[in-house]
């Protein structure tokens, strides 16, 4: 089998993976006599038809597997063609394509073949060659095998920027009916050592320079949205545990796209839920960027998002007590928490009005989305001018311009809209919504 | 105290020579009507003053930026000299009397009207530049490396340091194309040259290879579930895809899709 042919077969495996991120390390010089450096804000390289980034060469190893995980396109008894690469096939590639700035590095994942700790072994030869055979000093995001022993996974750690393990599913539950050879411990084990590790590393580069850095960029993982039953404040809530527990830098979410025929999984045919994905992605960042708890987005009485608002809008028309604000008074803190106000036009903000009061002409400038902050904010003690609140027309105004198109598409154009009973017909058409990013 | 007049600047298009037209604005006291490079394509009713390069006033000039203002705003107006912004001239002598007046608080008067543009500007030019460590690809001739580029903005001196960083021991060049010149880095050496003419080469068997792999990778990873063209095209400009080996088929497919999306925002506009 030719290389194309290989490369074509593992990157479309790869592809379900959706971190491709190559932020959080800053290695300018990298190996004097080598190639290739790491820049602390990642850089995308190119944007797939799907509109996402394209930063490293995401491929697997091999698609070879002996497990049987039922949304995994290369579960065991799923008939897809095979291929497994050598580890000097890897290193040639992404070389060659780092030389041309195809890509800022190598994103290496691995169907299990004989044990995890031989896959480990593999991946780590693979990182072995390019780091001091090419003195790559690129990035590489490596995925820790579950099950592989302790001590492979520090060797691993220490090639790669960054090391993840995928969660997959937010339940023990949803594991045993889809992934039925792992289990949550053996996903959490090397989490745990992992997290452990950077902690321990972040000590010795104090006391001695040369300590090698372990996993620089950090830890990431992943879960699959949609494949099984859980709600979204089930989900949030885990995000949100692994953030605090684990430090991880990033939870990924993927939007299930149906590869099998397996009957506890939504069918073939079923579109992927990419409104729930971008709804959970905005929640995610209200928790890391934003200061909000998961318990502040959701609740056990609302566990699923608002089709209609971001979480943001959302959780500020839940709280009417709290504005509207004095954008020229109001603490950073609160200012993150108006809508249509970001984390950079926060910081404008608590910035220029040191040098002068701001009225609304000035915020537009400061880069503040109006459309949706007017409703929560005060400039000058003084609401925008011609501002009429009513509940239909600061919907509209709340909604992204896909929402409302979709919902004028369908129908629901001169229909009243309210904040806290959508009619369940609605919510479901709005559900079925795609393509909203 | 600066009035306004009737007066266009003409320099040499330098940097020194800009610094040399801040220098005189203050000597004269006044804010000319326009600052332009070389002399007046058209007949005007002003009077045309050139400016001649003086390294002496320039260095006083380009000196107190950083010791009466601050490092910062130096920064802001080497790189809001690199942009494409019409007037650009203008904007960097008004922004630097408002620096001159203001000290560092200019830095935070963010909803100045001039502060603002000036930095919508430099965003402009540093973002296309962020775009382009990314975008910009090279072809391999016999291990000397060699990349197309048409930008906006002037973002080869924005460029210089990642690249020459990353490929330390290569010997590269990339060749803009809007400004015709070149960041040439050969066995170590960093240069930037101005006014030349630079064609890519045909590619041999080899670099067909790796681009063919490219392309195949390309192909492979978007999930055809979640096609999104309009997202791709926000995130990565058409503008750039003539000199991206990936996206030179992908021109054509959707050739007219985007041109209804060009005459949508003509509409607009």
Known sequence: MDIAEKLKILADSAKFDAACTSSGVDRAGGYSDGIGNAAACGIC??????????????????????????????????????????????ADLTINFYRRNYIEGLFLSSGIIQSPDYTCEQIIEVLTILRVKYKFGGYIHAKAIPGASPELIEKLGILADRISVNIELPSQKSLDMLAPDKSKNSILLPMGQITKQIQQNSYDIVKYKSAPKFAPAGQST????????????????????????????????????????????????????????HRLYQADWLLRFYGFTAGEILDEKHQDFNPLLDPKCNWAIHHPEL??????????????????????????????????????????????????????????????????????????????????????????????????????????????????? | MFNRRDVIYSYDGSFEGLMCCVFESFVRKEIPEAIIVGDPLQLSFSDVLEIET????????????????????????????????????????????????????????????TVNTVNKAVFHCTHEAHLLKGFVRFSDYNGY????????????????????????????????????????????????????????????????????????????????????PRCRMNLMPKRFWSNMTEMRDELGITENSANRILQKNERYN
């Open chain 2, 145 to 228: 490396l060699a990349a197309v580029i048409e930008p906006k903005n002037k973002v080869i001196p924005l460029l210089a340091s990642h690249f020459t960083d990353r490929f330390r021991n290569e010997n590269f060049l990339i060749y803009d194309k809007t400004h015709r010149m070149a960041l040439i880095y050969f066995s170590q050496r960093t240069e930037i040259a101005e006014n030349i003419d630079f064609e890519l080469p045909d590619a041999n068997a080899q670099e067909e290879y790796y681009r063919e792999l490219w392309k195949c990778f390309y192909k492979t990873i978007g999930i055809k579930e979640r096609y999104n």
């Open chain 1, 222 to 277: 992943q879960m699959i949205i949609g494949a099984t039953p859980d709600t979204d404040f089930q989900i949030l809530r885990l995000s949100e545990a692994m953030y605090k527990k684990y430090s991880l830098k990033r939870v990924f979410y993927s939007a299930y796209v149906p590869v099998g025929d397996s009957r506890f999984i939504p069918a073939a045919n079923e579109k992927p839920p990419l409104l729930r994905e």
């Open chain 1, 323 to 437: 504005f509207p604000l004095e954008v020229n008074r109001a603490p950073y803190e609160m200012l993150l928490r108006v809508p249509g106000i970001g984390v950079k036009s926060a910081q404008r903000i608590v910035a220029a009005r040191r040098q002068a009061k701001l009225d609304y002409k000035d915020l537009k400038k400061l880069g503040v989305v109006l459309k949706r902050a007017v409703y929560f904010i005060l400039c000058m003690g003084k609401r925008a001018e011609g501002l009429i609140v009513t509940e239909t027309g600061m919907m509209r105004q709340l909604m992204s311009a896909s929402v409302v198109k979709e919902l004028e598409d369908n129908g629901y154009g001169g229909e009243q809209l309210s904040f806290f009973d959508t009619s369940p017909t609605l919510e479901d058409r709005v559900k079925c919504l795609t393509g909203e990013m």
């Open chain 1, 45 to 90: 390289h190119s944007f797939a038809s799907d509109g996402r980034c394209i930063s490293l060469l995401k491929i697997l190893m091999t698609n070879f597997c002996l497990y049987d995980c039922k949304y995994c396109i290369n579960r065991r008894s799923n008939d897809v063609p095979r291929a497994r690469f050598t580890p000097d096939e890897i």
């Open chain 2, 54 to 113: 003086d390294s002496q006033k320039a260095m006083r000039v380009s000196r107190a930026i950083p010791l009466k203002i601050s490092d910062f705003t130096f920064d802001t107006v080497c790189k809001m000299f690199l942009s494409c912004v019409e007037n650009k001239d203008l904007l960097i002598l008004e922004f630097l009397h408002k620096g001159f007046k203001y000290g560092r608080n200019i830095e935070h008067m963010l909803a100045d009207d």
